[in-house]
């Protein structure tokens, strides 16, 4: 079967910088995307990653390994409204979108 | 004003009830999706439309049907509301390149039945 797996909840300090890791195994791979989704909101787009390596949006920033089947989002200088919940998803083989159940990131002051 | 628009936002409802949900977009996209999403779950796709004449089931279509009646309005029905059926529904659309096309979604529609 398709599984994507990320951590639960995570915490971190304001000002720091947090890693969110997210695993897959699916049949085919046409992308990987991470959305942000604040509590009993919408997700909105944050980033898309189809080949190796690193992609750079301001304080955000998402790595793709396809051999590993691993991706992670890089939080840096971590403000309080960063605080929501993370997901991951991957383009399958058949071009369908798998969605893990993300990673609910508490900030701390 | 907002790209992608959902009503109700907020519905509870009886088991048994027939409950349509409704939504619209502006982005002028011809793909578009509904989904659920359940606490500790991940989204789960119900159905998917990549064009007026086109309807697709998801991973989860059983007790729910959809119609597309415009390029900007796809709506959701549950035929016979059962309460494993409460949760957040979502509508997106998406626009774009298939393999590259971001989703757009909507406010969401948290529905409760009783």
């Known amino acids: 079967g398709q599984n994507i797996d990320q951590p639960t909840e995570m915490t971190a300090t304001e000002g720091a910088i947090v890693q969110i890791n997210c695993t897959y195994q699916t049949s085919g791979f046409n992308g990987l995307f991470w959305y942000q989704q604040h509590a009993g909101e919408a997700p909105t787009f944050l980033s898309y990653?189809?080949l190796d390596g690193l992609e750079e949006k301001g304080r955000f920033s998402s790595f793709l390994s396809r051999s590993k089947g691993y991706s992670y989002l890089l939080l840096k200088e971590l403000q309080m409204k960063d605080s929501a919940s993370y997901l991951c998803?991957?383009?399958?083989?058949?071009?369908?979108?798998?969605w893990g159940a993300g990673t609910k990131l508490i900030i701390k002051p | 004003d907002a790209d992608v628009t959902q009503t109700p936002r907020n519905r509870i409802t009886k088991t048994g009830k027939r409950i349509m949900l409704e939504c619209s977009q502006t982005k002028g996209h011809d793909r578009m999706y509904w989904y659920r999403q359940d606490p500790g779950l991940g989204l789960r796709l119900i159905y998917y439309s990549f064009d007026v004449k086109d309807i697709n089931k998801g991973e989860i279509s059983d007790g729910y049907s959809v119609s597309r009646q415009a390029q900007a309005k796809f709506s959701l029905s549950l035929e016979s509301a059962i309460p494993n059926q409460t949760a957040l529904y979502f509508c997106?659309?998406?626009?774009?390149?298939?393999?590259?096309?971001?989703?757009?979604f909507g406010p969401g529609t948290r529905l409760t039945v009783l």
């Open positions: 990653n189809v």
């Open positions: 997106a659309t998406g626009g774009g390149l298939l393999g590259v096309d971001t989703q757009y």
């Open positions: 998803a991957v383009r399958d083989g058949n071009y369908q979108l798998i």
